[in-house]
Nanobody
Framework: VRLVESGGGLVQPGGSLRLSCAASGLAFGNVPMSWVRQAPGKGPELVSSITPRGDIEYYTDSVKGRFTISRDNAKNTLYLQMTSLKSEDAAVYYC???????????????RGQGTQVTVSA
């Protein structure tokens, strides 16, 4: 399994970013997927999950109404549209497999190298 995250960057508070995760080596359309983030000095946090067909989504409370997870199974790609970004959203974002997976240890997850999101004026 290979997961490659992209789309991070520096954005001002209130701004938007769209993250992408290109997946290979798996039957992507059959796999639930998630976004996880880790901020400096903090443990990993599950941000959002989506079922294989995209019919059920999960969001952690702090991002509800601001983030939208989606997927394009034809392109083997997972997305996270982030709007109204706050300083507390700054973190390295990773995509991983599963719906609401346990994320206490990033090393136990199938994930890519991550993409850095910095929120600063």
């Amino acid at each position: 399994v290979r997961l490659v995250e992209s789309g991070g960057g520096l954005v001002q508070p209130g701004g938007s970013l769209r993250l992408s995760c290109a997946a290979s080596g798996l039957a992507f359309g059959n796999v639930p997927m998630s976004w996880v983030r880790q901020a400096p000095g903090k443990g990993p946090e599950l941000v959002s999950s989506i079922t294989p067909r995209g019919d059920i989504e999960y969001y952690t409370d702090s991002v509800k109404g601001r983030f939208t997870i989606s997927r394009d199974n034809a392109k083997n790609t997972l997305y996270l549209q982030m709007t109204s970004l706050k300083s507390e959203d700054a973190a390295v974002y990773y995509c991983t497999l599963g719906f609401r997976p346990v994320v206490t240890d990033l090393d136990r997850l199938s994930r890519g190298q991550g993409t850095q999101v910095t929120v600063s004026a």
